[in-house]
Each structure stands twice: as C-alpha cells, then as structure tokens.
C-alpha cells in the first residue's frame, strides 16, 4: 500500500510539474508575442496610457489635495493605448471629452442611448467587440453614447452622467453594476470630497463647457 501510495504520488507529481511547465511557456510565449506586437504598434503613432480612474481614491489623496483636481474621464482626442493582455495590443482613439465614441455621436440630433458603467462596458482589452459595439450593430438605433470609464464606481458614474449628458438628446439609459467591486467603490468614492458634492442634486461644474 505504501509503495503504490509513494508510486501514484511521485506519478501525480510529474503530471502537474507539467502542466505548470505547459501553462508557464502559454504565458511567457504570449508575454514575448505581447513585446513584439507592442513595438509595432507604437512605432506606427504616439500613444497615451489609458487614465485608470481608480476607484481607491485615498492613495492619490495627497496629490487631488495639491492639485484640485479628480479626472472623471481619460484623455481627449488622443490615440489610447487600453492594454497588452494577450499579445495583441488594444487601442482607440478618445472623443472631445476623453471616452470612447467617434465624435459624431455628439454632433447628430438624432436621440440617445447612454451606458455607463466600468471597464467591463467600456471595453477593456478589446479592440472592435465591445458591448456598445455589439449592440450598435443590432439595433435599429445606433447611436449609443457610452460614458463608461474603467475603475469606477456608482457615485463617479452619476457624476459623469450628469456632466457629460448636458445637451445630449437621450431617453434611456443602461447602468451597468458589477456586484464584484462597484458598492466597494461607492463606499470609498462616497467619503470623498469632490465626489460627495454629486450627492446635490442641482450640482455640476459644467465640464463639457471647460473642456480644452
């Protein structure tokens, strides 16, 4: 019984030494594939990083305190380098106010969808098939105006709907809630005192009017 016990353990051993060996190159193979692909990439264009608005605001408490100042989107009119996860890099070029949507989206009278959400909506990772993308082709209206921004929770998600929704024509909108970490985020974002001033309900500071 030992010996056999000793034999399948050794046995068991060589099996998963192997399958970490196996998922190990996976990993490595894509991590050089993910190099390779990103020099190419940024040999074409000048990319910007992503702006993560993260959602654990009291690490960067000392630098909002310096400044004034919480970004409630990323950088605009600017080619966006969103990740490298898997080897092929994924990227976008921003709108006038730092999202991401083709700019004529806010040009046209024609009505509204709005989404608004984290990163899941705003499609990180992926180049063409985002959600926004998925349903704007599947639906007879296809202006969808998606206000998502990664690392975000509810309170951050108001505040940009109520900023950046000013003067676009809509009738509904879809708030995508991840269970996982978004009232996590609304506790952090709830203490926070830019973000508590949303809590108003006439307050605004009129951004898209300040935007350069």
Known sequence: LLSTYLTLLFINFLIVKNKIK?????????LENAKKNFKLVNN??????????????NKFDEILQKY????????????????????NPATYLSDDYGFRNNNSVYFNKEEKIIFLGDSFILGFCHNDKTIANIV????????????SQGGTGP?????ILREYSDNVKFNTVFWFLFTG????????EINNDYLNKYLKPNYSQRLKTKQE
């Open 136 to 147: 704007s082709k599947n639906l007879f209206n296809k202006n969808i105006l998606n206000l």
């Open 155 to 159: 309170l951050i998600q108001s505040a």
């Open 22 to 30: 196996n998922e190990n190159d996976k990993i490595l193979n894509r």
């Open 44 to 57: 074409q264009k000048t990319y910007f990083p992503y702006l993560i608005i993260n959602h654990e605001t």
């Open 181 to 188: 970490n978004d009232f996590a985020n609304l506790s952090d």
């Open 68 to 87: 004034k100042i919480l970004p409630l989107s990323s950088i605009s009119n600017k080619d966006i380098l969103l990740c490298n996860e898997n080897g």
